[in-house]
DNA sequence: ATGCCGAACTGAACCGGATAAGCTGAGAAA
DNA sequence: TTTCTCAGCTTATCCGGTTCAGTTCGGCAT
């Protein structure tokens, strides 16, 4: 099956090539009538531009990049990248804007992608994730002045566009909730602590802990895994001084955390109060349903990808702070059972 | 900064643009000695080859289309996706095509995704998931000529090139496994019932149990989400002759019928078996951890890209059948109590 | 010495659009 | 009637590669 080019709706039209592009693209250069006869035909004959010609002279790609820096064990069980391509998917589809998805073993490895991409002028602009402190992709991308968008922060971002969600605030009110419900031992088991929302929600922690005088707080690090959240969680609950309440720098994690203080005969939310981080589906799958910090990560995903489409226009993309995780309380809280 | 071109790489080796071509292609026509400089210029000044312009010459895009059709809220849990995506991935890069991915609606948004591809000339393949009966997506691409792998079957996929795992194989050895617990009322909570593989499992299903004499054996369709599993379970488990075995199609439902039985104060396995589909960490998250059939599924990706690169430089891609997912016994599986 | 051959390379056409510059004809202004 | 203007188009060039048809030249056989 053959492809229609412009010229061949051109040679059906009666007019130019030039014409045809005046008239798809919506510029001033022909008339109503005749931008109506061409887009009619182009629609009849099924023909839709080249990307490749079209990203040759009008040197933009029609694509923007995303690479995945997780291993495959842990980037499949998260539903948070899924959530969020979604998001950035039905963004970039509704202006027909491709994405292109690279999954990467490391940070420098990810580097190496941009750079070809921008060499090989494969995207107009990346979405970067998984923000870490003193991150090296940062001066990488500005060096290579390749339009990007910034998902994590506030700061260590350089002069790129961000886009964060204010952790901070969501962990502070989590552990101003518990303190309320009566909890004085309040543990975390966070996620990859060189992420550097990891520190602002380390750092939150420590604050507002203080602040309660919460003075058996603790964290333990973390690599999201489930198997490693478990770990910790059997850790923390073996100690002398047990937490009554942990919070979960992901979901996975927490529901890991559940099945171990259950296997170790504790009762929860009775022993034992769990908080999750991201409200996914999986929170409301297991018994108790956990209590979880949740928003709309795909309308965040969607949010990252307008405000990248804007850098790539050449507007500044400026630095963006987004909704605000809101706790959900389920089952897995309640006050501390008296000891 | 200023990206180079082949004109560039052309001058400072002092030879035309076609010869850089060819030392860059591997093509013969330089000799040795100025393929190697050419190249040292190239690797010096950081030139990549335009996608684009090699897009548009050489007709081929660099890249292959994968278009996802499930709602958001199940493509996020389903750790399946994001593990055959890292899969497909790791061979695509390896041979530096690009993957281009897009989330849609339903199978004719799926179609009309494929025939923009194709016009656009912005893919050389796609990979086609979650096979349907009697699937309008086969007809339209071997309509559009456009090279495809189907990861589903056997059978229904017209002429296109296919991979699919034997499920049936697998059910069959789960249900054997079962009845020789001692389990004679086996049920069954399926995935979306117009789904090919779908079709298989509840054919291989009702095949096995009638030959092992299962008269009881049950099967419920469901949507693969936590919820619809778990409500799928509670009706099983309130039903008059309640089985004492559930297989479910993927993890998730899994892990919500896990939830709800024990809610429904009913122990796993001592009242209760079940086994999973899909043998992601979520299995070992959960206490009992869950018996599951699982397999390489990264791999299973990378099969089919292999594959579908194959088909993209003309060789016939065949129909071929992978790995077997194989059954691990863990804590949720045992003989049922008598009663 | 001449002719011939093939390796090594050059030059130009081409892919399919975007776009600047040039052309044309109808209507308005002089 | 002539000139000017400008909408509405055409033509030509460019984007950055690939590739085909030549061209050059050193070496070898005659």
Redesign the interface.
Known sequence: ?K??TIADVAQRAGVSKGAVSYALNGQPGVSEATRQRILAIATEI???????????SAAT?G?IGLALCRP??T?????????L???V??EL?AR?Y???????ADPDAEIAVY??W?????VDGVLVCDLRTDDRRIPALE???LPAVVIGGPGGTGELASLWSDDAAALTETVEYLAALGHRRIARVAGLPDLRHTEIRTDAFAAVCQRLGLVDAVTVWSDY???EG?RATRRLLSSASRPTAVIYDND?MA??GL??A??MGLTVPGDLSIVAWDD???C????PPLTALGRD??AYGAHAARQLLAVVAGQPGGRVQDETAHLTPRGSTAPPRVR
């Open positions: 099956m492809r229609p099924g023909f839709s531009r080249s990307s490749a010609a079209r990203a040759l790609a694509a495959a064990r980037l499949g069980v998260e539903p948070f990248f899924m959530a391509i979604s998001g998917e039905a589809s027909s491709a994405l292109t998805l690279q999954v990467v750079r070809r921008w060499g090989e002028r494969r060096q290579l002045q895994t489930g198997e478990g996975v529901i890991a099945s171990v259950q296997e996914s589906p999986l409301r799958l297991v018994h990560i795909p």
